[in-house]
């Protein structure tokens, strides 16, 4: 559903420094996600992938880690760059990945 | 990748008008779409998905007549806010997939999104 009248949390980070964010799925059926960054004023960008019989996964810079159990999500980013500055959301799926279900959100800060 | 255009990327309306916004797959073919709404500092919200050449599917408590979704072809579908209030002022985002089954990487393709204000 719809976080009404909530405020993004944020992370603020070192440049260099590495990230970790994380997201709290709600459907326990849920067997695709992912990350998207949105930055200001701009649509999402995907980010990384991952379906529900996989743990890990790793991109360029990023990893995801799923934990079926809790119901969690994690992205990592190693060696923060002030591009990485934006809004992060993980995404939920189920049933022949047709809809998209947003979570809440976290604001990530770099400071140079 | 592939691209989703919006148009337009940014309107002003007075209460009580309709404003249509378009979103279009440039360099593919699109047999479902979604129209997420978004407000500040909040996430995405699903509001509907486009189907191509039949109604589209609302999710729950998003009015149809209010927000009306035509997806007429494979790579256009619009959204129609309907007598416009300030409530609706909004950032409006669709997204499209390419072809059916299930997804490959990146196969959810998002638009700019359009920032609807209603005075």
Known sequence: GESVGLHLPTLSVQEGDN????????????????????????GPQFIIDIRSN???????????????????????IAATQPGDSAVYFCAETWHNFNKFYFGSGTKLNVKP | GAVVSQHPSWVICKSGTSVKIECRSLDFQATTMFWYRQF??????????????SKATYEQGVEKDKFLINH???????????????EDSSFYICSARAGGGAPNTGELFFGEGSRLTVL
Not at chain 2, 40 to 53: D, F, H, I, R, V
């Open chain 1, 19 to 42: 990230s970790i964010i994380n997201c709290a799925y709600s459907n326990s059926a849920s067997d695709y996600f992912i990350w998207y960054k949105q930055e200001s004023g701009k």
């Open chain 2, 40 to 53: 500040p500092k909040q996430s995405l919200m699903l509001m509907a998905t486009s189907n191509e050449g």
């Open chain 2, 72 to 86: 007429a072809s494979l790579t256009l579908s619009t959204l129609t806010v309907t007598s416009a209030h300030p």
């Open chain 1, 54 to 76: 996989m743990d890990k996964r790793q991109g360029q810079r990023v990893t995801v880690l799923l934990n079926k159990t809790v119901k969690h999500l994690s992205l990592q």
